[in-house]
């Protein structure tokens, strides 16, 4: 099975300031079919995860301009150039390309 | 309005059986790949199953192949999951959520507890 690891597992933020998450791959998430299924979700506290990035870096509906991702084949990063206050929560990477679909662990911001 | 809304979790005896349900509206149900999504209490989250939109193949996580079954019924817009020989390991809320390879809509959750 595809295990992602990321980092760190819990990131305190200051409110304005940019913040960053990493994702790890122990194999290439690269499909044969040129895509790269890499997800990234946003889950409040009681609340569901939300969709906020699909295949590496393109934003979903409604998803505001300041989260970004990049990365490819085993490595994948997560960016928000300002933190603002309802971005506090978890952050999970989930990988597509193979089954089983796997979350990685999950890292908390925190402000 | 997308919107995905699960029901039928609950407390059952370890054993025992449950099977939910997650009614959908908002979009043509019968061409999208469905998925269950499940998140123990204070924990991550952990893919269950998918399922294709006719219904013919599911993928299911190593843990509960051959204890859950997922099906569909395009009629009705609905998708389902037979659990069954539930363990307090499959304690946890289960998402319901549209698409396989990228969960974009997800519901509430419905909350099941094995527990004698």
């Known amino acids: 099975d595809v295990v992602l690891t990321q980092a760190p597992l819990s990131s305190p933020v200051t409110l304005g300031q940019p913040a960053s998450i990493s994702c790890r791959s122990n194999q290439s998430l690269a499909h044969p079919d040129g895509n790269t299924f890499l997800n990234w979700f946003h889950q409040r506290p009681g609340q569901p995860p939300r969709l906020l990035l699909y295949?590496?870096?393109n934003r979903f509906s409604g998803v505001p301009d300041r989260f970004s991702g990049s990365g490819a084949g085993t490595e994948f990063t997560l960016k928000i150039s300002r933190v603002e206050a309802e971005d506090v929560g978890v952050y999970y990477c989930?990988?597509?390309?193979?089954?089983?679909?796997?979350f990685g662990g999950g890292t908390k911001v925190e402000i | 309005e997308v919107q995905v809304v699960e029901s039928g979790g609950g407390l059952v005896q370890p054993g025992g059986s449950l099977t939910l349900s997650c009614k959908a509206s908002?979009?043509?149900?019968?061409?999208?790949?469905m998925s269950w999504i499940r998140q123990a209490p204070g924990k991550g989250l952990e893919w269950v199953a998918t399922i294709k939109p006719d219904g013919s193949e599911s993928n299911y996580v190593d843990s509960v192949m051959g204890r859950f079954t997922a099906s569909r019924d395009n009629a009705k817009n609905s998708f389902y999951l037979q659990m069954s020989s539930l363990a307090a390991e499959d304690t946890a809320r289960y998402y319901c959520?549209?698409?396989?390879?990228?969960?974009?809509?997800w519901g509430q959750g419905t909350l099941v507890i094995v527990s004698s």
């Open positions: 989930m990988q597509a390309t193979y089954f089983p679909l796997t």
């Open positions: 295949k590496i870096s």
């Open positions: 959520a549209r698409r396989g390879y990228t969960p974009d809509h």
């Open positions: 908002g979009f043509d149900f019968s061409t999208y790949w």
